[in-house]
Nanobody
């Protein structure tokens, strides 16, 4: 069964860091544009950033630039989201997704994704 699986979420204090990992079964992530998203309680899901096949990055949430960084670890068939200096407003469920075109690039819009993982909870609280 082809699926995306997020991991690495948890409870962290403000100012702390977490590293989220998106891995896949039945799918080699290195061939696709893969993005991270998040959904805070009571809010719409928002795109964070995407990494393409050649490690090029598209940032959807400019406000997170400098604190969040996406990267690939092809040896582990994973796409990683490094999150630093976390704030309570970063609390939410974090998802990874493949673009709906099944292509190696990153769409300009974070609306163009069609294959999702189940998400991992991140809670930032003292």
């Amino acid at each position: 069964q082809t699926q995306l699986v997020e991991s690495g979420g948890g409870l962290v204090k403000p100012g702390g860091s977490l590293t989220l990992s998106c891995t896949a079964s039945g799918l080699e992530l290195l061939y696709y544009g893969i993005a991270w998203f998040r959904q805070a309680p009571g809010k719409e899901r928002e795109g964070i950033s995407c990494v393409n096949k050649t490690h090029g990055i598209t940032i959807y949430a400019q406000s997170l630039r400098g604190r969040f960084a996406i990267s690939r670890d092809n040896a582990k068939n994973a796409v990683v989201l490094q999150m630093n200096n976390l704030k309570p407003e970063d609390t939410g469920v974090y998802y990874c997704a493949r673009n709906q075109y099944k292509s190696s690039w990153c769409p300009k819009s974070d609306r163009e994704y069609g294959f999702w993982g189940q998400g991992t909870q991140v809670t930032v609280s003292s």
